[in-house]
């Protein structure tokens, strides 16, 4: 049946309701005990004038919005002051310009050494893109790559970087595996451009533009090439004020996490098991889903500061990932949009094809997850959710084929749409909780997980599940309303539409 497939006013004011209230229900019985021997590492003072501490268990939040949000504030509003003089007197050197600027900063902050070790990496992966082989470009980044997950090779790269602050692991693995990620991307463009080869200059320059350098997103090469060489630089009308009004929308999520650090400590609660066990599974289930809506808020507010300073440069950057509370089938789930696009384009959709088959989809996920986790780092944690997600991304396309068949084909052309949308929902309410489950365990610990899987599916059975179950079903049907309405937007229904109008005037 369609997305479109309506339903009835009073049915959706029942779902809201019941949504609303579970979301209470799970503040209500979160703890707020922050005085435990474990949380000393992770809560520290904050708001002295209120009595409150802050959650600081997230070294990644604390170090752009805290410990060294001043420095990173500086490069970006450099960037954005010398970005914007260059646009006005040399316009189409503008691309070289960001490069010059980017190249300048990660000298002064990483040093010439670790700059060379970069542009050693350019120099490689361009020379073998010359060759215009995707297999020899993949293995050759590939390995790259890898050299940056295991020993010896890890420490004698790291001694490139000179100084020592506590910001230098994070810049350098974050430098260096961005780079990577692009060269690739350049080397594949490559294999695709029928004549001749692209410059290595654009290669720099696409390699040395600050905002994604150390950061992300990433922007695939054609993308990049296209946009940072665009001659006509006029914007739309109110181009300026969507870019204005973001970067005040990302303010605002940056100060409600800040509140709510010193009021819920979503983060330090996980890592302290003795707390878990006495909590009740209401709290645990609620607990588990919380962090991952964090997480999905941090990610879009890191990439959404990066992304409104690239906008500024007349870029058209990855957008922030989906929101994990509108997720319930595994094909879009993804944290880093930019990351999830590369993938995509090289592997999956490559690999797969249109992903009409059992077999081409089995090949393209089994790729893609395994790029994915030399991208992360291999580890036990790492291996088990991607089986967990490569697994129920293919389990959703063996389902759909199952469900094409006979007799369920004909079932569902027997029922309504809006009957047909409720059993769905049903089916997606579980996958639903399979996402949060395979997620949490790379997001907090496989302790963690275990504990939560364990009180909403046999501790708390049938009580907790029962109830978990019944509000996140009303969730999925908002998320699909949503959708539903969304989709007349972009196509509108002449049906639906006519519909309307004959009540209306008929009222």
């Known amino acids: 049946m369609g997305i479109k497939a309506a339903l009835p006013r009073y049915e959706l004011y029942v779902y809201n309701t019941v949504v609303y209230l579970g979301m209470l229900w799970y503040f209500f019985f979160l703890p707020a005990n922050v005085n435990r021997k474990t949380f000393k590492s992770s809560v520290t003072p904050g708001w002295y004038y209120f009595g409150r501490r802050m959650d600081t268990a997230d070294f990644e939040w604390v170090m752009w919005f805290s410990t060294y949000r001043d420095h ?21 050197h503008r691309s070289l310009m960001y490069m010059c600027y980017g190249t300048l900063a990660v000298l002064v902050t990483m040093g010439w050494t670790y700059t060379t070790l970069i542009l050693s990496h350019c120099v490689l992966l361009y020379s073998i893109s010359l060759v215009k082989l995707r297999w020899l470009c993949f293995l050759a980044g590939l390995t790259t790559l890898s050299t940056f997950k ?32 692009r060269c690739m991307s350049f080397a594949l463009e490559n294999c695709e451009k029928k004549e001749g080869n692209y ?21 695939t090469f054609d993308k990049f090439y296209a946009q940072a060489n665009k001659a006509d630089l006029t914007r739309k ?4 004020w969507n870019i204005s009004l973001q970067g005040l929308v990302h303010l605002g999520a940056i100060l409600t996490v800040d509140i709510l650090f010193h009021f819920l400590y979503i983060l330090s609660i996980p890592t302290d098991m003795k707390l878990l066990k006495h909590m009740s599974d209401w709290a645990v289930v609620g607990l588990a889903y919380c962090n991952l ?26 957008q922030p990932p989906k929101c994990i509370t509108m997720l319930y089938v595994f094909s879009e789930t993804h944290f880093d949009r930019g990351i999830n696009d590369w993938l995509c384009k090289y592997v999956y959709n490559y690999l797969g094809g249109k992903h009409d088959t059992v077999w081409d989809e089995a090949i393209a996920t089994l790729c893609t997850f395994g790029i994915t986790v030399l991208w992360l780092g291999p580890c036990q944690v790492v291996f088990i959710w991607a089986f967990f997600n490569c697994f129920g991304l293919n389990f959703e396309l063996w389902t759909s084929k199952f469900i094409c068949m006979e007799p369920f084909a004909s079932l569902e052309m027997a029922m309504s749409p809006a009957m047909s949308r409720r059993i769905r929902a049903v089916f997606n309410t579980f996958n639903f909780w399979t996402i949060v489950l395979y997620n949490v365990i790379a997001l907090n610990s496989l302790e963690f997980t275990k504990l939560v899987a364990k009180r909403l599916l046999l501790k708390g059975f049938p009580i907790t599940t029962i109830t978990v179950f019944i509000v996140t079903y009303c969730l999925v049907q908002l998320i699909k309303e949503r959708e539903r309405r969304q989709a007349l937007i972009n196509d509108p229904d002449p049906q639906y539409i006519s519909t309307v109008i004959s009540t209306k005037s008929n009222i």
């Open 72 to 92: 990173i504030l500086f490069a970006l509003s450099g960037h954005v002051i010398f970005a914007k003089i260059c646009s006005m007197l040399a316009p189409q």
């Open 293 to 318: 809506v964090y997480d999905w808020v941090k990610a879009a507010v890191l990439f959404g500061v990066i992304n409104t300073v690239s906008r500024l440069d007349h870029l058209d950057p990855p």
């Open 199 to 219: 410059s290595i200059l654009e290669l720099l320059k696409y390699n040395f533009y600050l905002p994604f350098f150390f950061f992300g997103p990433i922007m």
């Open 237 to 240: 009308e109110g181009a300026i």
């Open 150 to 181: 295991m020993e010896p090779f890890i420490s004698w790269q790291a001694g490139f970087v000179t100084g020592d602050f506590e910001l230098r692991s994070v810049l350098f693995y974050g430098g260096c595996g961005f780079t990577i990620m």
